[in-house]
């Protein structure tokens, strides 16, 4: 089944510091205004979102808050989505059976994830890593295709930047 | 700030005891906590973690109903055996659900969310107790009952655990939900009945059961107006 996966990173979050556990930090000011602008700027473009699975660490729920309203189904917690990819998590994607899947995470995972489902290179693969983008944060990628390793392409990229300037 | 700390402890420690198989009480509560937090989540005015929590209460769900028949006086041996095989086929999915990564995942998740503000929580409440009062307004005229009685049910639950979230009296509230858990266990074992392989035996039981429930929501549609008082609470009395 081909299917549409939208892989975005969490917004900023409160730096690491000494005593707040590194699942606990939450979105800085900056990081609410960005997830908020992905939010709206996906809206704009039109953007409909089946179903949405999240990391449960902190920044990564409060990002796919805000994106909560563009999902026409459910909503799942994943914690295949707080580690290195894994062939778990993309049984998971295929089996959501969604045609629309939001993925909300962390680097350097989801780019390995995307690397992964359009390459099929991993990162213990002893060939040299193709090149790739900066995955920067608040950022969001559109793959294409059979959620399988090597079966999805990367139909768009978006930054925060760009998904502020679209217009209604 | 709410803090979700001892409830969360409570779906934790009793998924064990669900898992366990032994005692009935761990199903019960793992589907009350998860009932509790949803309520939370929502004082909070979010939205995610919702949708786990309702698989993790659907997880349970039939499971729940099934330990109510069982402790039930009335069944006969048939149906007490079919009701036990039919517990014992439930158990290894709610087994694998409650040991799931999911699950603990969402434990994780509700350790981490930010508790609901009071001032946020107390505005949340208002709605929750309009929408009940509107599900109980429409029983009345309602052509299925058995949907509408369902949703004022939970929605009269939802309402009492935002007001125990709030430190609010709930006596009132309990009283006119103990009415609705006994028309609700009917529901369930009228559902159960129709779905069993004794369906056809049980025909006289059920038709009597169905007779009864009937006449007992009407009884509740005329007390409607006394207990609505109860639901409104102290603001709604006016």
Redo the contacts between chains.
């Keep these: 089944m081909t299917m549409e996966l939208w892989i975005v990173r969490h917004a900023e979050a409160e730096e690491r510091r000494l005593g707040l556990a590194d699942e606990r930090r939450a979105l800085t000011r900056r990081g609410r205004r960005d997830a908020d602008a992905i939010a709206r700027g996906l809206r704009r473009l039109g953007v409909e979102i089946e179903r949405l699975h999240h990391s449960p660490l902190l920044r990564s729920v409060e990002t796919a808050e805000r994106l909560a309203p563009l999902v026409s189904g459910e909503t799942a917690v994943s914690a295949e989505l707080a580690r290195s990819p894994s062939s778990a998590l993309v049984r998971e994607i295929a089996d959501s059976g969604a045609r629309s899947l939001a993925v909300v995470g962390h680097e350097p995972w989801l780019s390995e994830l995307a690397f992964w489902l359009i390459t099929g290179w991993r990162v213990d693969d002893p060939r040299p890593q193709p090149e790739w983008i900066d995955f920067p944060k608040s950022g969001v990628l559109r793959l294409e295709g059979e959620p399988r390793p090597g079966g999805m392409r990367l139909a768009a990229f978006h930054d925060v930047r760009t998904l502020r300037r679209v217009r209604k | 700030m709410l803090s979700n700390q001892v409830w969360l402890a409570h779906l934790c420690e009793n998924s064990v005891v669900a898992r366990g198989g032994v005692d009935p009480e761990g199903v019960h509560q793992v589907r009350v906590a998860a009932n509790r937090l949803a309520v939370w989540t929502e004082l909070a005015g979010?939205?995610?973690?919702?949708?786990?929590l309702r698989?993790t209460r659907r997880g349970v769900g039939r499971a729940r109903d099934l330990d109510v028949l069982l402790a039930s006086d009335g069944l006969d041996d048939a149906l007490r055996a079919w009701f036990v095989a039919e517990r014992a086929r439930e158990q290894p999915a709610l087994v694998e659900r409650l040991a799931s990564?999911?699950f603990?995942?969402?434990c994780?998740?509700l350790a981490?969310?930010?508790a609901p503000s009071r001032s946020r929580a107390r505005r949340v409440l208002e709605r929750l107790r309009r929408r009940a009062l509107k599900a109980g307004d429409a029983l009345a005229r309602s052509a299925d009952r058995a949907t509408d009685l369902h949703r004022l049910r939970r929605r009269l639950r939802r309402l009492r655990y935002a007001r125990e979230w709030l430190g609010e009296d709930t006596h009132a509230l309990k009283g006119v939900q103990d009415v609705l858990g006994a028309l609700n266990d009917r529901q369930v074992l009228l559902r159960e009945l129709a779905s069993s392989p004794l369906a056809r035996r049980a025909m006289e039981r059920r038709r009597r059961l169905a007779e009864e429930l009937e006449r007992d929501v009407a009884r509740l549609i005329e007390r409607w107006r006394a207990l609505r008082a109860d639901v409104a609470g102290v603001e709604g009395r006016g």
């Design positions: 979010r939205r995610l973690l919702l949708d786990d698989w990564p999911r603990r995942a969402l994780d998740a981490l969310v930010e």
